[in-house]
């Protein structure tokens, strides 16, 4: 049994990660605007070194494992604060709590991408993206704020992130703490219903395809979690598994 911490653990995804990781009998570290152990806005950087520090003290320094589910939807209409939760909100938390992993017993840390990260090839070339992988949080924002789509700007914040976690993969490796990401597709959970309820937003994400034929629920994405935090994946690391009932399959068959 281990001591990890959760953001984004007050509603969905983030609320069944922690009710089967306590389940399995860990300790849980909650970050979260609300309703948790460490209550941050990721959307800062204050917030997000406050964060980092109280779930420092709250673990002794030391954490076996690291999930990473705060963010905001795409329908949301504050571009700039979408982009640094969902970008910032979690690479900053990464980098600050790696040292305490390091610390950990066989350590993980798992963050919550998004199918959507490669809906399209033209997102690795956006300004918006390479000022996320910058670190340039206030030219990422002052994009973002600039016009930009909010669905646009939500799945520029996903692959930027996916690209975070890809690219740690060769420093934390050789600092022994597994790294990888899930991508969900949609998922049955406030966000979701959020975009659901936006016009423009809600028959877009209707007329989105699960070969499947249904949105994911929270726990589905809570076990790929598990599975990728524990000893069963020793050998998984930079890895972003797919958990979107077969909808990145089929819009981009050949590219894996
Ligand atoms: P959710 O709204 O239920 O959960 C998001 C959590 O993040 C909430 O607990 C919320 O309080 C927290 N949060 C929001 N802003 C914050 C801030 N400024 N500081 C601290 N915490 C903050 O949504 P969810 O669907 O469970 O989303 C979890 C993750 O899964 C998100 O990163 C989301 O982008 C991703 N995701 C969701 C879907 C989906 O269809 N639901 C699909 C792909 C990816």
């Known amino acids: 049994m281990g001591t990890i911490a959760i953001s984004g653990c007050a509603t969905g995804i983030g609320a069944a990660t922690r009710k089967r990781l306590e389940a399995d009998g ?12 460490v209550i941050a806005d990721l959307s800062t950087a204050e917030g997000r070194a406050r964060a980092s520090s109280e779930v420092l003290r709250h673990s002794a320094q030391q954490l076996d494992g690291v999930v990473l589910c705060a963010g905001l939807g795409g329908h949301i209409r ?43 090839p033209e997102f690795g070339s956006l300004p918006v993206v390479a000022a996320m992988l910058a670190g340039d949080e206030d030219e990422a924002r002052r994009i973002a704020a600039d016009g930009l789509p909010g669905q646009l700007v939500y799945m520029a914040s996903k692959h930027a992130l996916g690209c975070a976690v890809r690219r740690r993969a060769a420093a934390w490796g050789e600092a022994g703490v597994r790294l990888n990401a899930v991508a969900p597709g949609p ?42 935090l524990g000893p069963e994946c020793a050998f998984v690391h930079g890895s972003i598994w797919y958990a979107d009932g077969g909808a990145d399959a089929s819009l981009r068959p050949d590219r894996f």
């Open 187 to 228: 998922v049955r959970t406030p966000l979701l219903q959020g975009g659901l309820d936006t016009p423009g937003d809600g028959d877009m994400i209707r007329a989105f395809k699960v070969p499947i034929g249904r949105f994911g629920e929270p726990e589905e994405i809570a076990n790929v979690v598990r599975f990728l």
């Open 78 to 120: 504050d571009n700039a604060r979408v982009l640094s939760v969902n970008y910032f909100g979690a690479v900053d938390l990464l980098d600050g709590l790696l040292p305490a992993l390091r610390s950990g017993r066989e350590p993980a840390a798992v963050v919550i991408c998004s199918n959507s990260a490669q809906l399209s």
């Open 26 to 37: 860990h300790r849980l570290i909650g970050v979260d605007i609300k309703d948790a152990e």
